[in-house]
């Protein structure tokens, strides 16, 4: 497992009755070392929450707090900042998802949206969830779950133009557009 000592979790945004948690699987470096979630400028999530809807205007990542504005939070599965989700291990990513559990029914989102299949998996396998097969996915603690493809630069399996779509579909299911 490859981790950097040194770097601090990346606080989780959230407030009682968000509009919407967003769930990353976990930091990279560049968001850990800059203290900001999806801080590498190769990921593309700033850009389509705004391209989507959910923003009147692309946020920066040192912006993160000020989407408590707007009803929007975002957390991580697992907080331990890697190179990549692949060097995570499974215990951790069930930990995280008992966590994460803990977290939704405490601040009672009306959504959460998982950036990314892999953190919609793990949350989905450790509650008993089915596995996802369209964006929106069933209910946990009252809220509406939905999964849009993680953003990162690594993830070669959507076009922008996809994503931006993904995005889109869930902001109007959630009325955003």
């Not at 190179?83 to 215990?91: K, W």
Request: proline fraction near 7%; charged fraction near 20%.
């Amino acid at each position: 497992m490859r981790s950097r000592p040194g770097f601090a979790p990346l606080p989780e945004i959230a407030a009682p009755a968000l509009r919407v948690l967003f769930v990353g699987i976990n930091p990279g470096f560049a968001s850990a070392r800059a203290g900001h979630h999806f801080a590498n400028p190769a990921n593309g999530f700033w850009r389509l929450l705004h391209e989507a809807g959910f923003t009147p205007r692309q946020y920066a990542p040192s912006e993160d707090r000020q989407l408590l504005k707007l009803g929007l939070g975002i957390t991580n599965l697992v907080p331990r900042a890697t190179a990549g989700s692949a060097d995570l291990a499974r215990e951790e990513l069930l930990a995280g998802a008992q966590s994460l559990g803990n977290t939704i029914e405490r601040w009672r989102p009306r959504a959460v949206v998982f950036v990314g299949v892999t953190v919609w998996a793990a949350f989905a396998r450790s509650f008993g969830l089915l596995p996802a097969s369209r964006s929106e996915c069933g209910r946990f603690a009252g809220a509406r779950l939905f999964v849009v493809p993680n953003p990162s630069g690594r993830n070669a399996h959507f076009s922008r133009a996809q994503m931006r779509a993904r995005y889109r579909a869930v902001a109007r299911a959630l009325r955003f557009r």
